[in-house]
Each structure stands twice: as structure tokens, then as C-alpha cells.
């Protein structure tokens, strides 16, 4: 007898391959908090190719389509994205960067060698002006690091002048030599880079102080409403280094204090990006479910300090890294973007939008043919990632209110190993419609899921689901579209409550509209 598909899960559910334990309410009248825009932002670093033919191919010498250098594939799809921020220059490459070298006529410009990214000659032909320009072009708010590593506080309060100050100071008549009337208004400014680390290899108490001195002497030229001036914050569980910080910057020059969190399998051996086993999926998974238990640890101990929440938590580099794609400069940091890098981002981004009291900005490393990024190029040719589709799936959240949620999941085992399966949050937005995102990260089993609907009616759902058939699948260059966003009917919404089931590895987002 030819099975019905109700027929089949059910023989799915009896032998154990659906599980039915996952349970979610959602308390719609409750929600007060906004998730910022922000925590959808990204990263890009003079890094390997993620400006030099990432994005900028040059005015001349190229076949690429291009507006003032940038590509217009990228343009275009970066504005798709709704990118709220993008944080430049970097990373390492921020606290050796000597921003003067990057403005007036480019053969003019200076070299320098790129001493953390594969000893490359920068040829600083991308600079202030041509990052500014981008960001207003694709409707990001920049996120300018400054060098406190190996700069100094004249070259950091000179940029900030030269970017921010209306008329009249040496700084804004050099601008405008260089052909920019007005200000760009920039407020997020990083001070500094991992000062732990490549930016500088300082104490926790040591930064603090830099910090107040770099701090003092940035003055708001701007109508900016104040500048947002993030510190360089820890690695991983660090706690001491918040704690350090919160105690010893005055709160009034303290916007932010920065986290950093790679899923990374080891130091030493990253795995691989596209052919990695089970166990490598696992422990993946493990490291990107780490990020609730950071953001939550570095929180607390704001909390002590900020009982307010006044100074935000940023986690200004995330994501997954492995070993760079064979055949590329080990310096580059080149690697491929599977359905795995799609099930960080999903679960990572639902843990943001759920701690949004603290968590106000973020941005994934890194936006463009580096670590996790949204794009990959190869010459002309452009391809967004599965993780790109998560980014622009999840961006209804940017900006609206969340709503609180509890959820009982079912465990994703492997070698009597478990982790959360399902990951979940929800927002209502200005028009009053509700949006659910819903992450399964288990390697076989589909989760059949419950919702309740508490506190408002909904009578119409839709939705959109990111899925593939192999974990380890990805969009070439020869297959650019293989996984895409697909229409998701699979939800039915029933006297307040919604029912699904999410296959192995997908992200599914719904809308309820009242
Ligand atoms: O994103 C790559 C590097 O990782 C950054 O430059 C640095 O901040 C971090 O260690």
C-alpha cells in the first residue's frame, strides 16, 4: 500500500526519527524591548580579498561593473541585506592602520606591508573616503576602529575631526580638499582592536587607562547626539576583562565594551570548511551554542556595574572559522560556506535578538571572501552564502520589539553528547505582525515543533525556509543558487496555537499577520 506523507511521520515519530518535544510560547502581549538593528552588522577587514576584489576592484583596469571602485553586484546585495553598521578597517589590521596614508590622490598614496594578513603590500588605494562613500551607498552606518595599538591620540582625535568636524579646523579644510564638503557623521568608533592580543598585548587595567586617555580626546564635532565609543573587550569567557573594564572607565565615555566569539574546533587544526565529519559538525555546534552561555556570563557582570543597561555588550566579531580552502594563501583566511555556517548563524542571531536588553551591536566576521562571509567573488563572478540567506531571512527583526519566549527543546545527541536541537526567537514589528525565526541544528532528526500564541490573535502565517539535502552543502560558483530561500507552507495556525515541523539542518522563519 502506497504510504500518505501524515502516514509516513508518523512511522517517523514512532521510530524515533521526529522528535516531538519541542514546545515554545510566545507571550505577544509582553514584548518591550527593541532588538537593535545594529546586532545585523558586519565586518570587513584588509584582510585577504575582502576589500581588494571583495568589494573594491578599482575605477580603472577592470572588466567588473563598478561605481567608483566598488562592485555593483556587491552594492547591490548589500542593500538587499539591509546591513545596519560595517565595521572597518579591522580586526589586527585596525591597530597598524595609519588612516592619513588612505586619503588624497591614490598614486600618491603610501605603501605598507600588511604585517597580520599575509605580509601583502597595502597600497592604501582604499581608503576613508571610499569606505564612507560605500556606507552611504548600501544605507550602513560605518564602524570606524581606531589604531590604539601602534597610533597615536593626535592620529585617532585627527580622524575623528577629519570625518566628523563641520568648517574651519585644518582637519575639515583637508577634507574638503580632498573632495568632501560635508561631514559624514560617523558615531560608532572603536578604540582599539583585541587589546589583549594583536592590539597591543596589554593588561585589562593598562587598556582601561588607555582607553580614558584615547577616549578624552575624541571630541563629538558631529551632531551625532554624542559618539558611540566601543572598548576592545574579551575573548571567549574572559570575565575578568569586562569586569576590569566596567570598574575602571567612567561610565560617561563608555558606550560599549566589545566580545569576541569565533566557532572554531581548534586553534590548531580548524577542520575542514565543506568535508567535515559528524564530530567536527558537533563540536561546531557546541562552540556556536557557547555564545548564550558568554553573552549571558558578560552580562551579568555589566549588570553589577550598569544595573541600568546603559552600556551595551558588542559582539563586534562572530562566527565560524576553519582552515582556509586548499590551494589559497594560509595569510587570507578564505574558506567555503556550507549549511553548517547557515545553522551557526541561526542560532547565534536568535541568541542576540533574546539577550537584545544588552546586546546592541554585532557584526559577523567578515562580510566578503573572508572566515563567514555573506559573499564569496571570484573575479566577476559573485555568490551570496547560505549564511547571507539567513542574515536577510532573520532582518525582519532588525529594529522591532521582542518578544519573550520560552522554549523546551529536544536534545540533538551524538556520542551521548547533547546540545540544544531547537533555537527560536521572536519580534513583533511596526505594523504589528509577528516573526518567529526557528533554528534545528540536529545532523538527522526533524523536529516537530509547538507554538503558543499568547497574549494576541494571529489568523494568517507564512513563511520562508532555508533547507538542503546534504549538511555539507554549499553554493559554488558553478551552482550559485543550489540553496536558496524557499516559500515554507508547512505551518498550520490553529485556535492560538502553530504547529511544524523543521527537517534536519533549516532555518525557517514564519509571519502572523492578526
Ligand atoms: O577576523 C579575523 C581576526 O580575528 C581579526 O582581525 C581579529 O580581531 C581576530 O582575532
Known amino acids: 500500500m502506497k504510504k500518505t506523507s501524515l502516514s509516513i ?20 502581549d509582553l514584548a ?46 548589500l542593500k538587499d541585506l539591509k546591513v545596519p553598521n560595517l565595521r572597518w578597517p579591522g580586526g589586527c589590521f585596525a591597530d597598524t592602520y595609519q588612516w592619513k596614508d588612505g586619503i588624497g590622490p591614490k598614486a600618491k598614496r603610501p605603501s605598507m606591508i600588511n604585517a597580520w594578513w599575509g605580509g601583502v603590500t597595502e597600497d592604501n588605494s582604499f581608503g576613508t573616503h571610499d569606505f564612507l562613500d560605500l556606507c552611504e551607498r548600501i544605507g550602513a552606518e ?29 582637519m575639515s579644510e583637508l577634507r574638503k580638499q580632498n573632495g568632501r564638503e560635508k561631514p559624514w557623521n560617523v558615531k560608532i568608533w572603536g578604540v582599539g582592536n583585541e587589546a589583549w592580543g594583536c592590539g597591543g598585548n596589554m593588561t585589562a587595567e593598562h587598556y582601561s587607562n588607555i582607553y580614558r586617555q584615547y577616549a578624552t ?20 569567557g574572559d570575565y575578568a576583562w569586562t569586569e576590569t573594564l566596567m570598574k575602571n572607565i567612567p561610565h560617561n565615555m563608555l558606550s560599549g565594551v566589545a566580545l569576541h566569539h569565533y566557532s572554531v574546533l581548534s586553534w590548531g587544526d580548524k577542520g575542514p570548511s565543506v568535508d567535515f565529519t559528524e564530530a567536527q559538525y558537533f563540536k561546531t555546534m557546541d562552540e556556536a551554542w557557547k555564545m548564550e552561555e558568554f553573552v549571558t556570563r558578560h552580562s551579568t557582570i555589566m549588570d553589577k556595574y550598569d544595573p541600568a543597561k546603559k552600556i551595551a555588550l558588542v559582539v563586534d566579531e562572530w562566527g565560524g572559522w576553519y582552515n ?9 583566511l578564505y574558506q567555503q560556506n556550507t549549511m553548517r555556517d547557515a545553522m551557526i548563524a541561526g542560532i547565534t542571531l536568535n541568541i542576540f535578538n533574546n539577550h537584545a536588553d544588552r546586546v546592541r551591536v554585532a557584526n559577523l566576521a567578515q562580510i566578503v571572501n573572508v572566515l563567514q562571509s555573506v559573499i564569496l567573488t571570484n573575479e566577476e563572478k559573485m555568490l551570496l552564502t547560505p549564511t547571507y540567506h539567513v542574515m536577510k531571512m532573520y532582518n525582519v527583526h532588525q529594529d522591532a520589539t521582542l518578544v519573550p519566549i520560552s522554549i523546551e527543546s529536544a536534545s540533538y545527541e ?101
Open 324 to 332: 582556509v580552502e586548499a590551494g589559497t594563501n594560509p595569510g587570507f
Open 414 to 514: 551524538y556520542q551521548g553528547k547533547k546540545l540544544t536541537a531547537v533555537s527560536a526567537s521572536a519580534s513583533k514589528d511596526a505594523t504589528g505582525s509577528l516573526n518567529v525565526s526557528l533554528t534545528n541544528i540536529d545532523f538527522a532528526k526533524p523536529q516537530e515543533v509547538t507554538i503558543n500564541l499568547r497574549g494576541e490573535d494571529f489568523t494568517k502565517v507564512s513563511g520562508q525556509i532555508l533547507a538542503s539535502a546534504k549538511i555539507n552543502d554549499f553554493n559554488s560558483f558553478e551552482n550559485p543558487n543550489k540553496i536558496a530561500v524557499q516559500d515554507f507552507k508547512g505551518a498550520k495556525l490553529e485556535k492560538g496555537v502553530l504547529k511544524l515541523t523543521l527537517p534536519a539542518y533549516s532555518v525557517v522563519v514564519l509571519n502572523l499577520k492578526k
Open 9 to 28: 511521520v508518523f512511522s517517523l515519530f514512532l521510530s524515533g526519527m521526529i522528535s516531538a518535544q519541542n514546545k515554545i510560547t510566545l507571550n505577544t
Open 142 to 170: 560605518p564602524y570606524l576602529a581606531g589604531n590604539v595599538g601602534s597610533g597615536t591620540v593626535k592620529d585617532l582625535t585627527d580622524w575623528v575631526t577629519y570625518v566628523n568636524h563641520p568648517t574651519g579646523s585644518p
Open 217 to 236: 580626546f575624541m571630541a563629538d564635532w558631529s551632531n551625532t547626539g554624542g559618539l558611540y565609543r566601543i572598548a576592545s573587550g574579551a575573548s571567549d
Open 32 to 77: 518591550k524591548t527593541k532588538i537593535d538593528k545594529h546586532i545585523y552588522g558586519h565586518f570587513a577587514e584588509h584582510l585577504g580579498k575582502c576589500i581588494y576584489g571583495g568589494m573594491y576592484v578599482g575605477e580603472n583596469n577592470t572588466k567588473i561593473p563598478n561605481t567608483n571602485g566598488v562592485r555593483n553586484d556587491v552594492i547591490k546585495a
